[in-house]
């Protein structure tokens, strides 16, 4: 080290080459074009960037994680790497387990975890602001902040309740995603049981008043035909907050053609997941089974030591997990969704959804948010269009949001002395 190299100057320099590496990473072994990145940067600099997916809100709750802290491990967000990938709003995922159906506590539960997401706004009032509307997404970008905004994973977290669905949109979490992979009392789930063949009159009910508050309807999880019912009914457009193209990787997590043209007829957005095994089954599958095969032991041992403790035994699997990854996937896979999607949907119709801190096993180049920059790199690559570029990073998703925030003022209601809400077509 030489004698003139301050500790801040190496500091400096190691958050450079920190940047400098996932670009590398991106390119699947071919050099890089250098003019392109530069472009790439530039687009990034200057567009709204959204991801609608981050589970970075568990260990938050969980062991306080400190999202201005170090370059993190084994996580894959903090504030430095949110700028390093020139993200503008970030939606913090409520994800609440089913362990909590079956021994109480859904709605406390999702209280503590927009609890942590406040308290991270109020540690670092430089970096973050709470958002809860397009106008505040867009007065982040402006003012240099990260926009932080929040969405639940799984329906179950409302106990049922439509007054708990209108606290939580009081408190200012966004959207809904109607089911985890546990059917619930009122949808059916991709990988759960059908037993309501899609939404049941009540869950019907949940889809129609979140379209009056202006909370978006997330059908991630949910199964095809509860899909098709949210279609059927939403007077607003809809998202898919994390998921792929299932004619490209066949996993019901995956949306099919069919379902993906109604989205885009319904103006809504299909937020493309990161995970490898959401984005090429067809490579990862076969090793995925060999890993949970030859991790049984351990993972058993793993659900009996901590069956009581729900959070800890997923912490426990994650890191049984990130000890044993999965081999690499290149970015051109992940891009290939982008591409399917703008085919099949239309270039209106596609944003980024990643679901870091949430899957283990992402592709190279896209493994943690500093990377995002490689994804506008990648679509360059491939012929994109500045316009069309920011429309997926950002773009599509506000207009989705401006057209429920519209939808939602123009929906009128009264309430009955039983509480049940009577809509005013």
Same mark, same amino acid.
């Given at each position: 080290?030489?004698?003139?190299?301050?500790?801040?100057?190496?500091?400096?320099?190691? @958050?450079?080459?920190?940047?400098?590496?996932?670009?590398?990473?991106?390119?699947?072994?071919?050099?890089?074009?250098?003019?392109?990145?530069?472009?790439?940067?530039?687009?990034?600099?200057?567009?709204?960037?959204?991801?609608?997916?981050?589970?970075?809100?568990?260990?938050?709750?969980?062991?306080?994680?400190? +999202?201005?802290?170090?370059?993190?491990?084994?996580?894959?967000?903090?504030?430095?790497?949110?700028?390093?990938?020139?993200?503008?709003?970030?939606?913090?995922?409520?994800?609440?387990?089913?362990?909590?159906?079956?021994?109480?506590?859904?709605?406390?539960?999702?209280?503590?975890?927009?609890?942590?997401?406040?308290?991270?706004?109020?540690?670092?009032?430089?970096?973050?602001?709470?958002?809860?509307?397009?106008?505040?997404?867009?007065?982040?970008?402006?003012?240099?902040?990260?926009? @932080?905004?929040?969405?639940?994973?799984?329906?179950?977290?409302?106990?049922?309740?439509?007054?708990?669905?209108?606290?939580?949109?009081?408190?200012?979490?966004?959207?809904?995603?109607?089911?985890?992979?546990?059917?619930?009392?009122?949808?059916?789930?991709?990988?759960?049981?059908?037993?309501?063949?899609?939404?049941?009159?009540?869950?019907?009910?949940?889809?129609?008043?979140?379209?009056?508050?202006?909370? +978006?309807?997330?059908?991630?999880?949910?199964?095809?035909?509860?899909?098709?019912?949210?279609?059927?009914?939403?007077?607003?457009?809809?998202?898919?907050?994390?998921?792929?193209?299932?004619?490209?990787?066949?996993?019901?997590?995956?949306?099919?053609?069919?379902? /993906?043209?109604?989205?885009?007829?319904?103006?809504?957005?299909?937020?493309?997941?990161?995970?490898?095994?959401?984005?090429?089954?067809?490579?990862?599958?076969?090793?995925?089974?060999?890993?949970?095969?030859?991790?049984?032991?351990?993972?058993?041992?793993?659900?009996?030591?901590?069956?009581?403790?729900?959070?800890?035994?997923?912490?426990?699997?994650?890191? +049984?997990?990130?000890?044993?990854?999965?081999?690499?996937?290149?970015?051109?896979?992940?891009?290939?969704?982008?591409?399917?999607?703008?085919?099949?949907?239309?270039?209106?119709?596609?944003?980024?959804?990643?679901?870091?801190?949430?899957?283990?096993?992402?592709?190279?180049?896209?493994?943690?948010?500093?990377? /995002?920059?490689?994804?506008?790199?990648?679509?360059?690559?491939?012929?994109?269009?500045?316009?069309?570029?920011?429309?997926?990073?950002?773009?599509?998703? +506000?207009?989705?949001?401006?057209?429920?925030?519209?939808?939602?003022?123009?929906?009128?209601?009264?309430?009955?002395?039983?509480?049940?809400?009577?809509?005013?077509?």
């Amino acid at each position: 080290m030489s004698a003139h190299m301050t500790t801040k100057n190496l500091f400096s320099l190691i @958050c450079l080459l920190f940047f400098l590496i996932p670009a590398v990473q991106a390119q699947d072994g071919a050099a890089r074009d250098e003019k392109l990145w530069q472009r790439a940067l530039q687009i990034q600099r200057r567009a709204i960037v959204i991801d609608t997916h981050n589970d970075v809100t568990t260990p938050m709750t969980n062991d306080y994680f400190d +999202l201005n802290g170090a370059p993190p491990m084994p996580y894959r967000t903090n504030i430095e790497r949110m700028k390093q990938g020139g993200l503008t709003a970030e939606f913090f995922s409520l994800y609440i387990r089913p362990w909590y159906v079956q021994h109480g506590g859904s709605a406390r539960r999702t209280l503590d975890m927009i609890d942590a997401v406040y308290r991270a706004v109020e540690r670092n009032p430089r970096d973050l602001m709470f958002a809860t509307s397009v106008a505040d997404i867009r007065r982040a970008k402006r003012t240099g902040k990260i926009a @932080c905004l929040m969405g639940i994973e799984g329906g179950h977290a409302i106990e049922d309740s439509l007054p708990t669905l209108r606290e939580f949109y009081r408190l200012g979490v966004r959207y809904m995603t109607l089911t985890w992979n546990n059917t619930n009392n009122w949808a059916d789930a991709g990988r759960g049981e059908k037993k309501w063949k899609g939404l049941n009159d009540f869950g019907k009910e949940v889809v129609l008043e979140m379209n009056r508050l202006g909370m +978006l309807v997330d059908v991630s999880h949910v199964s095809d035909d509860t899909m098709s019912d949210v279609l059927d009914i939403s007077k607003a457009p809809i998202i898919a907050s994390h998921s792929s193209a299932r004619a490209l990787s066949n996993v019901p997590r995956n949306i099919p053609d069919e379902l /993906l043209k109604r989205i885009a007829k319904n103006g809504g957005v299909i937020q493309v997941n990161f995970y490898s095994g959401f984005v090429d089954t067809n490579t990862v599958s076969e090793q995925s089974q060999a890993r949970e095969i030859r991790l049984k032991m351990k993972q058993d041992a793993l659900d009996e030591k901590y069956k009581d403790d729900p959070e800890r035994l997923a912490e426990e699997s994650d890191k +049984l997990e990130q000890a044993n990854p999965l081999p690499p996937l290149p970015i051109s896979k992940l891009i290939d969704h982008f591409d399917h999607i703008v085919k099949v949907a239309g270039i209106d119709h596609v944003g980024i959804g990643a679901d870091f801190d949430g899957a283990n096993d992402m592709p190279e180049g896209a493994k943690d948010v500093s990377m /995002l920059p490689n994804i506008t790199y990648e679509l360059l690559k491939r012929g994109y269009s500045e316009r069309d570029i920011r429309k997926i990073l950002g773009e599509n998703l +506000l207009r989705v949001m401006a057209e429920a925030e519209r939808v939602s003022r123009s929906m009128s209601r009264s309430i009955s002395g039983d509480g049940s809400t009577h809509r005013i077509k």
